[in-house]
């Protein structure tokens, strides 16, 4: 389970200056000014954004905004939180939202409507503990698995490998840095070199133990936070909050989910447990040089059950627990357990640094305990399923079969919830997105349903007129194996008609990969593929270059923004459904249909339209962008889930006509070319 965080980050402020006398200023004259300071100009959809989130925190309701691309949705929340005057936290997705609110949107916010409001709110960044450099970490050393006590690992690394490289500038950076925050290190260094130098929350000593609590930058950053206005998280801090209860969020009165439609896959891969053969022997390891020997070996006595019980598991659904797993489980349980009541009441004075080694090894050992625990005991919100990863082996997950009544009862209570995207009205409505929230279809509630509203502010692009959605109804259905041949050759026309300017997004990497094998000695453009460098580079080269064609899978579907002529042909191999075999995805749709309801429609069709509306998305960034969405699946125009996954895009001229639209891309590359000579 992603670990409890804590943190924060940030600054904002400057003296309040009293306000000028006369009438106090509307919403919009505040979001004028707020705007002007961006330097940007007003958009209808961002005004009537800003009046009605301005509604909703002034009556103390909820409401879900569609917001397209380019509406400058940031400012319509901000704005009128602000202007409320109450505690806000804002909870994003991603980095890149979270460093452009506290870089740049704040900022210049806080400071256009500092002379209207006669105040400064302050603002901060609340982050995970293992986002800040730990100073005992740098100065003690690391735990080690095998070895009694720590090691330090800046006389371990070679100086010429890539970590002994990081290391020597995380210790230059750790001299210079006033925040310790690693998102501030640029450039960034390795996973592995960042876990020397960082502990999670259950791994730190706490302040009030560690010699180095008085000047860490956890905890520095924890206190300015207290005394911040604005707090802006991220999703997975909403789900530690909601499931464990954990004293993570300040009091607040207003939330804000932006990229909201991430919230539910986000909270249920934070309320999903593991337990693979590696993360249970590192747990023995730990424990093991600290703790009774016939304690330890029990732990690696079940350790070794449960290894053996994986090397021959199925990948799959366990709607039911063997008897044999379920004694393993409950052996290892018991053991963690011991060894748990033992860390707590032995010392070892011969151990360097004690208390740390002891901090980590329990941490390990806890996680294991607590998820062979919620296996064993059973719960029918519960899904249980064995896992094959080719790099990481089998692993036993478990994971709620639904995150919406604890969504519902969580977030919805006691504060004014805003929550926004650019895709939240799937098939002309927002009940289907309410519905994996916890909430009644709009207009329905109770005293176990909350009130709430829909409002689709649009966007400031005229897509009919900017881009084309065609469907090439004429190409066989794809199957769950095998090669697409006449995808390919259709994908391959589309690239040349297009002059490049190509993003291809495939439903799996292994898609993606063959079709660039396949068109790299074909055509006669360069294609870029997802892996082949990092995620940045791909985006800027296939950004620089017209002609330059970039495929790739998940990240691509809503991590890209290239604006301009160099991004004028975004391809769908297929509608992107998830596995029918996945354990998690067939179980809620199963519990849809045994309560009545549509199982595929709600789960499958809803997880293709989101991605869908993403990725189409890609096209028009710009009021002068222009293209084709083409997606390579008959299905979507045939099959009668085709209406709906088409409505939940954006409103693309359609068509089919192959011919139609090889001649537009065409006209677009020629405009193109002559622009840029």
């Known amino acids: 389970m992603t670990e409890v965080t804590e943190v924060t980050e940030l600054s904002a402020s400057t003296p309040d200056e009293t306000p000028t006398a006369g009438a106090v200023p509307t919403v919009t004259e505040l ?4 705007v002007a300071a961006v330097g940007g100009s007003e958009r209808p959809g961002q005004v009537t954004m800003a009046e009605a989130v301005a509604e909703a925190v002034a009556d103390g309701t909820h409401l879900l905004v569609q917001a397209g691309t380019g509406t400058g949705k940031s400012l319509g929340y901000l704005v009128p939180a602000l202007a409320e005057g109450e505690r806000v936290v804002v909870a994003t997705a991603t980095l890149a939202l979270q460093r452009q609110l506290i870089e740049r949107d704040l900022p210049r916010t806080v400071e256009a409507l500092r002379p209207l409001l006669g105040r400064s709110p302050e603002f901060a960044t609340l982050k995970g ?9 740098l100065h003690e050393g690391v735990p080690q698995d095998d070895d009694q006590g720590l090691f330090d690992p800046f006389e371990s690394a070679q100086p010429t490998s890539r970590l002994g490289r990081d290391l020597l500038r995380l210790r230059t950076w750790s001299q210079e840095t006033e925040s310790g925050d690693r998102d501030e290190l640029t450039p960034g260094v390795s996973d592995r070199a960042w876990s020397q130098v960082s502990v999670s929350s259950r791994e730190c000593l706490g302040a009030s133990r560690c010699a180095y609590g ?3 930058f956890a905890e520095a950053a924890r206190e300015r936070a207290k005394l911040a206005e604005v707090v802006v998280t991220n999703h997975a801090l909403l789900a530690i909050d909601a499931i464990e209860g954990a004293p993570v969020l300040p009091g607040h009165e207003v939330l804000i989910i932006d990229e909201a439609h991430e919230l539910v896959s986000r909270v249920t891969g934070v309320a999903t447990g593991e337990l693979s053969p590696g993360g249970v022997n590192r747990a023995v390891r730990r424990a093991a040089k600290l703790v009774d020997e016939k ?13 053996r019980l994986l090397e021959v598991a199925a990948p799959g659904r366990l709607t039911e627990i063997p008897e044999d797993l379920g004694y393993t489980l409950a052996a290892l349980r018991d053991a963690a357990r011991a060894v748990i009541t033992a860390l707590g009441t032995t010392r070892d004075k011969g151990v360097a640094d004690e208390d740390a080694v002891r ?3 329990l941490a390990s050992v806890e996680s294991v305990q607590e998820v062979a625990e919620r296996i064993v005991q059973g719960s029918e919100h519960d899904v ?11 692993s036993l997950r478990v994971a709620p079969l ?14 004014s919830v805003v929550l926004t995207s650019a895709t939240l009205r799937l098939g002309g409505d927002f009940n289907g997105v309410g519905a994996s929230l916890g909430l009644a279809p709009e207009g329905q509630h109770g005293e176990d349903f909350p009130p709430w509203r829909g409002i689709d502010v649009g966007s400031p692009f005229t897509y009919r007129k900017q881009g084309i959605l065609y469907v090439a109804q004429h ?4 199957g769950r194996e095998g090669s697409r041949a006449d995808m390919l050759d259709e994908l391959a026309e589309l690239m040349e008609a297009a002059g490049g300017r190509t993003l291809g997004l495939f439903s799996s990497m292994r898609a993606a990969q063959a079709a660039a094998e396949a068109l790299r000695g074909r055509l006669d453009l360069p294609i870029l593929l997802q892996g082949e460098e990092t995620l940045g580079e791909l985006i800027r080269t296939f950004a620089d270059d017209a002609r330059t064609c970039l495929f790739g899978t998940l990240s691509l579907w809503q991590g890209v923004d290239v604006p301009g002529p160099n991004c004028q042909l975004v391809v769908m191999d297929r509608i992107p459904f998830p596995r029918p075999d996945d354990p998690l995805v067939s179980a809620r749709q199963k519990a849809v249909e045994e309560e009545g309801g549509n199982g595929f429609m709600a789960v499958a069709a809803t997880h293709a339209a989101l991605l869908m509306a993403q990725g189409a998305g890609r096209l028009v960034r710009t009021t002068e962008d222009r293209g084709v969405v083409a997606v390579l699946d008959p299905r979507l125009a045939k099959a009668r889930y085709g209406s709906f996954l088409r409505a939940s895009m954006p409103d693309f001229w359609q068509t089919t006509d192959r011919n139609q639209v090889r001649r537009s891309l065409a006209a677009i590359d020629a405009a193109a070319r002559a622009a840029a000579s």
Not at 387 to 393: M, P, V
Not at 403 to 410: A, I, N, T, W, Y
Not at 475 to 478: E, G, K, Q, T, W
């Open 31 to 34: 979001l004028g000014a707020a």
């Open 129 to 137: 503990r293992s986002n800040y450099l730990c100073l005992h970490r």
């Open 214 to 216: 008085a000047e860490c």
């Open 295 to 307: 304690v330890a070996d029990q732990l690696m006595t079940s350790a070794e059950a449960f290894e």
């Open 359 to 361: 901090k980590q090894a």
């Open 384 to 394: 249980v399923w064995y896992e094959q990863h080719d790099r990481y082996g089998a």
């Open 402 to 415: 639904s995150v919406s009544g604890l969504l519902r009862e969580k977030l919805f209570t006691e504060r």
């Open 475 to 478: 190409l066989s259905p794809p």
